[in-house]
Each structure stands twice: as C-alpha cells, then as structure tokens.
C-alpha cells in the first residue's frame, strides 16, 4: 500500500517527489531527501480527532490516508489510497 | 432621496472592483487543461497568451472559500493569495487560482527576515479565516515574498480553541511585522473598506461565517495596533 506525492513544475511537468508506503505499522518513504526530512520533522494534520493534532509516519495508515487531505494544493498533490487497500 | 434610493447608492459604494487579472482569469479563454496526477479533483490550466492558473473542482470541494480568502486578502491588504476567481471551465464548476511560477517550498528557500515575517503574516491569516491547515506545504516563497495557498478548508465550524490554528506555527509575544499592523490600521480605519469586504464575502459564505470572520478580523487587528504583538492564545478566544 503506498501513496505517491507529486509536484507540479513549470512547463505542466509533475515529477513524484516522495513514495510513501507502509511497511509494517510504520510509514517509510523515498524520494527527495529534503522534502521527507521536514514531512518527518513538521508532521501532517489529522482533523479526525477532537482537538485536531498533528500525526507523524509513525502512526502508520492513518498518516497514510492523511497525506490526500493534506496535499491537494495543485503544486503537491498525494495520490488517493484505495479505501479496499486498506 | 428617499430611503430605497439611499441603500441601493450604499449599496453600490461598496461594490468590490475586480482587479484586471481578476478580470482575464474570470474571462481568457483557457487551453492545455491537464488533470493533475494523483488527484482527479485538480486541474493545471493555461490562461490564453498570459500565466497558467489551479483550477479546483466544485464537486470536490468548498471553492467559493478559495475566493473568499482571495477576498479577505486582497480588501484587507494581506495580499498574499494568488488571484482567484470562480467559473466554469469545460462545463465544471470551480476556482481557478493564478499559478505561481517558480514557487519554492519552505524546504528549499533560506528563511530571510521578509520570509520571517510572511510566515508571521500567514499565522495570523490562519486564525482569521479559521484555517488549521497552514502548514509548510500550503505557502510558496517568490523572491523572498510568502504566499498562501490552499483554501478551501476554510472557515472551518470548530472554531473555539486558537490551538487549532497554531498546530504548525505560532508567534506568541513575538513583535509582529510593522507592515501588518500598518496594514490593519488602514483596513481598521477604513469604513468603506470593512463593509466591502462584507458585501463581497455575504457572496460566498454565510451570513454566520461573515459575522465570525469580520468579528475575528476586528479582533486581532485591533490587539495587533494596541499591542503590537499577540500575547497569548487567550487573547484570541473571541
């Protein structure tokens, strides 16, 4: 199960900057170092619990399903994750 | 004049003027629609003789809060969300965005003085239009200017708790940018602009989310001319 992350250049190009994928419980990735280093360091946004809190690839498929709310910008953009991969 | 006659020149007087690139992205033809990998929902646009732009589909999403943070931005004196505007496009209903060309990620730009204080700027944007996803990957840095994008989780209901929208980044007691409380004693100072703003907003959001917004507006522009900074989330709680 893995969710790519893609981002938009000049010139319409889209290179995938990172490949996330689960292996395990744990979220691992490759791609461009930078990028993965601070997606490791800031976190994503789960809005699903009450308060709101930040979630890291630790946490496994839900920082995975997170990635499509949080990279949907048009400049990045998260693959969907098949709900029946899950 | 009588009273109906006086509401409509009222009316009129706070009639938002669209800017001219406003105008060509509502209006130029547009070619070259590429749907954008990994999302069905987004479209990469080119804007005939003139830039490109992020179209972002109705069906997907809550649009009209990209224009309404565009709004907020650009009558308040932000000015930091491209220009935005809503239309159809190949029979689809949705936002399309300027694209900024050659926006950097915060991973890839040295964090300058001018970058420091669009990220204050942007933390304060956060909480007026209730946003709690202003993180890294929702700003561009161009020339050392910040720009905020992605909106359309705006405005959001559970609004209570400032926490909520410092998850990323938060300035407490940190001196804000000259240049933002300059910008909120204009807006605060002008009328004409505040009920502009409304107006233009009642187009878009509901009469709650006007009220909330303007009041949240308000708020934290007037603790930002009195204080200069903003001390503590208490302060925000409205």
Known sequence: MKVEIYRLKKGKTQEIIATCSLIGEKVVFEGNEKFISRLNRVGILDKSTKPPRKIFPADGVIFLRGLRDTFKSGYLVASDLPEDSI | ?238
């Open chain 2, 1 to 238: 004049m009588n009273e109906g006659k006086t509401a409509l020149v009222e009316q009129q007087h706070y009639l938002y003027k669209p800017t001219s690139r406003e105008i060509d992205l509502q209006n130029k033809e547009t070619s070259g629609l590429q749907r954008i990998k990994g999302s069905p929902r987004i479209w990469y646009i080119d804007i005939e003789g003139d830039g490109a732009g992020i179209f972002k589909l109705h069906r997907y999403s809550d649009t009209q809060n990209e224009r309404a943070a565009y709004i907020i931005s650009k009558i308040v004196g932000f000015d930091f969300v491209p220009p935005t505007v809503l239309r159809k496009i190949n029979g689809e209903e949705g936002s399309l965005q300027e694209f900024v060309e050659d926006g950097k990620f915060m991973d890839e730009v040295e964090q300058s003085e001018k970058v420091k204080k669009g990220l204050y700027k942007y933390w304060i944007f956060g909480h007026i239009i209730r946003n709690m996803e202003r993180s890294d990957w929702n700003l561009l840095v161009k020339e050392d200017k910040v720009f905020s994008i992605d909106h359309d989780a705006s405005f959001d209901p559970d609004f209570a708790n400032p926490a909520n929208f410092d998850l990323f980044r938060q300035y407490y007691g940190e001196e804000a940018p000259n240049e933002l409380i300059e910008t909120f004693k204009f807006y605060l100072g002008d009328r004409s602009r505040q009920e502009t703003l409304k107006s233009t907003l009642q187009e878009l959001l509901s009469p709650e989310d006007v009220e909330i917004t303007t009041q949240r507006l308000e708020h934290i522009g007037n603790l930002l001319v009195k204080n200069g900074k903003i001390n503590s989330q208490t302060e925000l709680t409205i």
